[in-house]
């Protein structure tokens, strides 16, 4: 398994409503040298939640205590930039499984799809709506139902459908990445080899 299952999230949620967030600033280029998807949650948003000496800058939502959770609402064109992958193994590598946002740069979602960090396209005013509750009350909840391809803001039940290809869907239930897809299928791969 590639990654973490998912059906159903919920969970309170960071708000990051800057729009034209690219990968650049997701993950700085200068921390693409590793391999591996670990450690790249360490220097999401490197250079906006650390100062040049290393020390984290308060006023940055990743800095502040009051946020948590596992959903990044963003805001509109989010991933925007180059292609790099890394992005997204530092968002899921941080411990967020899903980001929402009004619009997102197209590889930026594949990659998200994926590495398994569900990317939600809202409408801007549901996305608005999402911002302006977490910044009032922190403890606020986002229900995120795959099945369903439905996201709701629990306190007041109001929510909006998304789209997802339904392969990538199939995918992001059983943790699958595209490798993973097909050693599953290995059986039917083996059958359909036998009557050739």
Not at 69 to 90: D, M, Q
Not at 133 to 142: F, K, L, V
């Amino acid at each position: 398994m590639a990654y973490d299952k998912f059906t159903l999230l919920q969970s309170t949620a960071v708000p990051l409503p800057t729009e034209n967030v690219d990968t650049d600033q997701i993950i700085p280029a200068r921390f693409l040298k590793a391999t591996e998807r670990k450690g790249f949650g360490d220097n999401l948003f490197r250079d906006w939640r650390y100062d040049v000496e290393g020390n984290p800058k308060k006023d940055f939502v990743l800095n502040d205590d009051t946020y948590s959770g596992k959903i990044l609402v963003a805001g509109k064109n989010f991933g925007s930039g180059s292609s790099r992958e890394h992005a997204v193994w530092a968002l899921y590598d941080y411990g967020f499984r899903a980001v929402v946002s009004s619009f997102f740069a197209d590889i930026f979602k594949n990659n998200c799809l994926n590495i398994g960090v569900l990317p939600v396209t809202v409408s801007a005013p549901f996305a608005d709506k999402l911002l302006d509750a977490i910044t009032q009350n922190p403890a606020t909840e986002i229900e995120i139902n795959l099945d369903a391809q439905r996201i709701t803001l629990v306190s007041t039940g109001e929510s909006e459908s998304f789209d997802i290809n339904v392969y990538k869907k199939e995918n992001m239930k059983h943790g699958f990445d595209d490798i993973d897809y097909l050693l599953n299928m290995s059986s039917e791969i083996d059958a359909f080899e036998a009557k050739r």
